[in-house]
């Protein structure tokens, strides 16, 4: 069984940014990833831009050049992996955690390959794995999916995109103008206020000229082979469809961090407890970082605004070593 001082559970651009903190403060680590390095990124729509600009996205002061000040998702995957391979970073990918177990002073961690004993955990495990479902009947249908990748697959199709996010606007956009038709079922009276303010303008132009339409404070009800069922305050309707992507978000593994014994708010955020000076959990030794630190609230920390929990978490570890 390997030792090390920290166990990294996740291996996107916050786990990265604790192991390189280790590494800088020669502290034993290791990154354990369950997919490819920052898979979370790699499963990301094909054509995705993200919200921050380059810089915002830099790790460790590497320096992160793109063509455009907002970069694409391929330019992130060729940063973040040559960081992991020219730091030459102690990570294993396709590699999952099973359990988290207190051991004496230390915690035994057991994985889809082996176990490990590590004095402290860092997890930094994001929450686009779990998506957040509609719970509706034929929801399990094979026409329905929670994840977008490409707007070739749906052209000349009749497509229902759920949700008024970010990611349910990029797919209806891209989706229209690949040929597409779409419709859009969106709870809210708008479009969501936090849409990329260069894309929401857009949108409401597609809108307004039937190029996209759209069900306002409409919800599905239930998803047919050829319809899916959309109330629209208390008034039903049967659309055609071929295909329904519900983009309604997603979450993190509360289940995951209840059973290694961290608290979570019970006011339905599931915000998990740490304290903000070390991101210290109410299990010693057990660190957040990351998207993961706000719960439900998945928009409230990202990227640009979490890179500073890996020095906070390794100037608490090395003053605990």
Known sequence: ?????????????IGIACGLEAKKRDISYLIIEKGTIVNSLYHYPER???FSSSDKLEIDDIPFISTNSKPYKSEALEYYRRIVTSKDLNIHLFETVVEVKK?????????????????????????YDIANLLNVPGEDLPKVSHYYKNPHFYTRQKVAVVGASNSSVDAALEIYRKGGEVTMIIRAKEIGKRVKYWVRPDIINRIKEGSISVYYEAE????????VLINQNGNRINLQNDYVLALTGYRPDFSFLEKI??????????????NEKTMETNQKGIYLAGVICGGMETHKWFI?????HAPIIMDSIVRGL
Do not use: C, H, W
């Open 220 to 227: 599905i009800e239930s998803i047919l082979e050829n319809e």
């Open 103 to 127: 051991l004496f002073e230390n915690y035994q961690i057991k994985t889809s390959n082996k176990n490990y004993n590590s004095k402290n955990i860092v997890i930094a495990t994001g929450f």
């Open 261 to 274: 014994g961290i608290n979570l708010s019970q006011d339905g955020i599931k915000k998990p407890f740490y």
């Open 48 to 50: 995705m831009t993200f």
């Open 304 to 308: 640009e605004n979490s890179r500073i």
């Open 1 to 13: 069984m390997q030792n090390f001082d920290i166990i990294i559970i996740g291996g996107g651009p």
